[in-house]
């Protein structure tokens, strides 16, 4: 069945620093993958997404480019801030009806002053 | 700007009581899904419902669970005999239409003891 792979954390990061977030994926076909952002107390929230391969995602100052050859879709910011502290979770669906997301186990980051 | 809800925050039970978690999702959703995570692994999805009946269900979602809307704004998940491994941070999320983005409530931790 599909899956969905993140690196091991927790990760602390000084800020302005580049962060990167490595995600990789197994699904049949061409699925949608996501990342979604879960702050301190606060539901789950769609940080960005990217539905066909060589696609970018972006938001906030956040990409994912969707690399269909090294079934990848790695998160990046140029400059963390301590805002940006939260969990991470990487994720795909299918392009079905009523799909559901298969999850990664999340990553906690950490970004200090 | 609307977001799903949901009650309680937290709820502690003892093994082999009934719970009833309850979201609202946001109010023009059609498409609800339930989703759990167990400390420490990944979020895993339990099941989708359109339309008054289950569309797809995680084999997680035994006999134990079921699901009701049983208003037009409410949408429980029932554990009818909580089990240790019960415990997790459950979440709900609903979706305006299909292949659009899930919004995600807050979650419920449950702890059976």
């Known amino acids: 069945g599909d899956s969905v792979t993140q690196m091991e954390g927790p990760v602390t990061l000084s800020e302005e620093a580049f962060l990167t977030i490595n995600c990789t994926y197994t699904?049949?076909?061409?699925?949608?993958l996501f990342w979604y952002v879960q702050y301190p107390g606060e539901g789950l929230q769609l940080l960005l997404k990217?539905?066909?391969?060589?696609d970018k995602g972006s938001n906030k100052g956040f990409e994912a480019t969707y690399r269909k050859e090294t079934t990848s879709f790695h998160l990046e910011k140029g400059s963390v801030q301590v805002s940006d502290s939260a969990v991470y979770f990487c994720?795909?669906?299918?392009?079905?009806?009523?799909?559901?997301?298969?999850f990664g186990k999340g990553i906690t980051l950490s970004v200090r002053p | 700007e609307p977001e799903v809800t949901q009650t309680p925050s937290h709820q502690v039970t003892q093994m082999g009581q009934e719970v009833i978690l309850r979201c609202v999702p946001i109010?023009?959703?059609?498409?609800f899904y339930w989703y759990r995570q167990i400390l420490g692994q990944k979020v895993e999805f339990l099941v989708s419902?359109?339309?008054?009946?289950?569309?797809?269900k995680s084999e997680i979602f035994d006999d134990q669970f079921s699901v009701e809307r049983p208003d037009g704004s409410n949408f429980t998940l029932k554990i009818r005999s909580t089990k240790l491994e019960d415990s997790a941070m459950y979440f709900c999320?609903?979706?305006?239409?299909?292949?659009?983005?899930?919004?995600f409530g807050p979650g419920t931790r449950l702890t059976v003891t």
């Open positions: 999320a609903s979706t305006q239409r299909d292949y659009s983005q899930q919004y």
């Open positions: 699904a049949t076909g061409y699925p949608s």
């Open positions: 990217a539905t066909k391969a060589d």
């Open positions: 994720a795909l669906s299918e392009i079905r009806a009523n799909s559901k997301l298969t």
């Open positions: 109010s023009n959703h059609l498409y």
């Open positions: 419902f359109y339309n008054n009946e289950i569309s797809e």
